[in-house]
């Protein structure tokens, strides 16, 4: 990707730069004087945090997490009560592609990657999250990796069979366009809640119950591009004081069925700290050969 201009610098790995794409037409990308231009005249600015905005179109109200949210997570993530995962992720990863590019999808402030990238010195890599104040963050988590903002409900701005590792923590899936953008030696590597993930604070908080099914979705909805190549579960106990439980419920779908008063309220009543068991299971994926249509 070419430099051409003194504006906002894009923080990411040359290979990372080169690896992004329009979103709108899927050409390749370069610097002009207010950002990033493909050949099709589309443009799109580089914030000065070093992000690339490569979201097209309206989100619905609500997409992504606010300012609040994401410092929340960040402090959470900071203290260590997932890094259990983080290290099955690395697992997960090690022994493939020389030099891989990955890319975690809807990769909120880039922790996961980062801590990836940590356990794997010649890697490079992208967060991807709809969210800017996220992208904000993820820009800055790692000196090896980089940011955009994208949705990934839509074409994801990345060049076809370019990604060697793609990761999934708790977020969309978009089988298709996850097939399009890695490559057929590529891995994916997906994190889903087990059923009693945050079992402790399900009927005190009234949340949501894992849905039984949820592996079968998944499977569901991987089927015909992706095999699956090997799953781990990894279940570890936290002790979380008041402000992380009420974070830890944030970052899920149950913190939409109840209101912020009365979770506060149902928190207080619980012991501080309280502890709290976290189970995951962390599948990983090949790409089936594309089908001929």
């Known amino acids: 990707m070419t430099n051409t201009d003194t504006g906002p610098r894009l923080r ?3 290979r990372v730069a080169d690896a992004l794409t329009c979103p709108v037409c899927g050409q390749a990308l370069s610097r002009d004087a207010r950002g990033l231009l493909c050949p099709a005249r589309h443009s799109f600015n580089v914030a000065r945090e070093g ?3 490569l979201l097209t179109g309206a989100t619905p109200p609500g997409t992504g997490d606010s300012k609040e949210m994401v410092a929340d997570r960040l402090r959470f993530q900071t203290a260590g009560h997932y890094d259990p995962i983080a290290r099955a992720l690395a697992d997960a990863l090690t022994g493939g592609a020389r030099d891989p590019l990955i890319v975690d999808v809807g990769g909120g402030t880039g922790h996961y990657l980062a801590r990836i990238l940590d356990a794997l010195p010649d890697a490079v890599g992208l967060t991807t999250d709809v969210s800017k104040f996220a992208a904000r963050k993820a820009a800055k988590a790692h000196p090896r990796a980089g940011a955009v903002t994208a949705d990934s409900w839509r074409i994801l701005p990345l060049v076809t069979g370019g990604v060697d590792a ?29 059923s009693d993930h945050l079992a402790e ?5 009234g949340l949501l119950d894992v849905d039984p ?6 499977a569901e909805s991987l089927h015909t591009r992706f095999a699956p190549a090997g799953e781990r579960s990894v279940r570890f106990a936290m002790d979380l004081s008041h402000p992380d439980a009420l974070t830890v419920v ?10 912020p008063q009365d979770l506060a309220a149902r928190v207080a009543s619980l012991p501080d700290p309280v502890r709290v068991t976290a189970s995951v299971r962390v599948g990983t994926y090949r790409p089936e050969p594309a089908r001929r249509s």
């Open 12 to 14: 990411m790995p040359e």
């Open 51 to 53: 992000y690339a905005g």
């Open 166 to 194: 793609l990761v999934n923590v708790f977020a969309p899936r978009n089988a298709a366009e996850f097939h399009r953008v890695l490559a057929p030696t590529g891995r994916l590597v997906v994190v889903t809640p087990a």
């Open 213 to 218: 099914r949820k592996d079968e979705r998944l």
């Open 250 to 259: 944030g970052m899920g779908p149950s913190a939409r069925h109840v209101t």
């Open 201 to 205: 604070l399900r009927p005190a908080l």
